[in-house]
Every structure is written in structure tokens, then in C-alpha cells.
């Protein structure tokens, strides 16, 4: 019987031969290749064609959403499961819209990646529980009146990404060439459009979110 051909890509080596050596003890699946990188894994997944492939979302120069992008075009047939140190819904939602038919965070037990593996290699797509189980949280705090991003106006929009890389107001009016009442009258209009009540609560939520 024909191996499950695995690719392994994540910048950190322990997590690489942690899975590298779970996967092996497996009969029925082959690691065939690891990288750190994500250009080179991009021609690895070319000239390969693994049937699986464990992608990190946090690496540089190029992120996993873009590694993915990439995979996606060159090898169409080959599943992907998103591995990240982030449980913000948003990032797994983002993940599955790209095209993988997976998302873990690396709190996830060897048990249930284990699982994941085999329900996304049946064709099934899979979302680790600690990611659900906030998806249900936010279901039963937030109902209707969760905030909304695509409220905001292109500038507000900017404002926002700008706040969170923690600029303060008066650098955001000089990166945007606006005058700080400009800036202040911007942010009233964020909480209000996104139904925040302070700024505290603005950080914590563009925290949450994973902009295109």
C-alpha cells in the first residue's frame, strides 16, 4: 500500500523533529521532506508533490499564509494543515480560506493532531478544539452584535493597523499627514462603528483579528 507522503515546514527545528518522528512511527506515512524556510519550501513542494504538508503560520522573510498562497498554485493536490501558536479564530478562518483543510495550534496534543492528520487525509477538514471552543465562547457572549471590520472606511482601516503596531496617535497623524483631532475623531468613529466601548477594548480586538 502506498505511503501518505508528509512535508514538514516550520522555522523552529525542535517542532520539525518533534513531528518528524511522531509522523514516522506511523507504517502507512512517510516524512519526505522538512524546511525551516519558506521559499525553499515552496520548490520542495513543486518537486515533490507530498500528499500532506505541516505548514507554520510564524516565519519570515515569508509567512505561512503566503507559503500557502504559493503551494496552493504549484502542487493543487496537496492538503495542508495550518500549525500555529495562535488560537485566534481569525487566523484559522483566514488558513481555510486559502486552502487548507486544516488548523492546529501548537497547544494541541500529539492525540488530537494525530486526528486531525487523519480526518484532513480522508478529506475532511479539521479545527483543533482549543480554536472551537473559543469560536463557541464567542458565539454565546457576542450573538449579533459582534464587532464587524468591514464596517471601517479605508482610513479607518489604516488607523486601526496603525494602532496595532502601537502607534500612538501622534505618530499616526504623521504617518497618515493628518492633524491629531483628525486622528481622535477617527478613533471616536472605530468604537462606535465596531460597538467598542474604549480604547482598551479596540487593542484587544484588533489583537483578535488578521487583516488581508
Request: glycine share 6%; aromatic share 6%.
Amino acid at each position: 500500500m502506498k505511503k501518505t507522503s508528509v512535508m514538514i515546514i516550520d522555522d523552529h527545528i525542535l517542532i520539525r523533529e518533534f513531528l518528524s518522528l511522531s509522523i514516522g512511527h506511523y507504517e502507512n506515512f512517510e516524512v519526505i521532506a522538512e524546511s525551516g524556510d519558506g521559499q525553499q519550501a515552496i520548490e520542495l513542494a513543486r518537486d515533490k508533490r507530498p500528499d500532506l504538508i505541516m505548514l507554520d503560520i510564524n516565519m519570515s522573510p515569508m509567512n505561512g499564509f503566503e507559503v500557502l498562497k504559493m503551494i496552493r498554485k504549484m502542487s493543487p493536490t496537496t492538503k495542508i494543515i495550518g500549525l500555529s501558536m495562535h488560537s485566534q479564530p481569525a487566523y484559522a478562518k483566514k488558513m481555510l480560506r486559502l486552502g487548507a483543510k486544516g488548523y492546529m495550534t501548537k497547544n494541541s496534543h500529539w492525540d488530537e493532531i494525530e486526528l486531525g492528520i487523519k480526518e484532513v487525509i480522508k478529506g475532511n477538514t479539521y479545527i483543533c478544539r482549543e480554536v472551537r471552543d473559543i469560536i463557541s465562547e464567542q458565539i454565546l457572549n457576542d450573538g449579533h452584535d459582534s464587532p464587524d471590520i468591514n464596517l471601517l472606511s479605508e482610513r479607518e482601516t489604516q488607523i486601526v493597523k496603525l494602532l496595532r503596531e502601537g502607534f500612538s496617535s501622534k505618530e499616526i497623524g504623521t504617518t497618515l499627514k493628518i492633524s491629531n483631532n483628525t486622528v481622535e475623531a477617527h478613533r471616536y468613529n472605530i468604537l462606535k462603528k465596531l460597538k467598542l466601548k474604549n480604547t482598551v477594548s479596540l487593542i484587544n480586538y484588533i489583537n483578535s483579528i488578521v487583516f488581508e
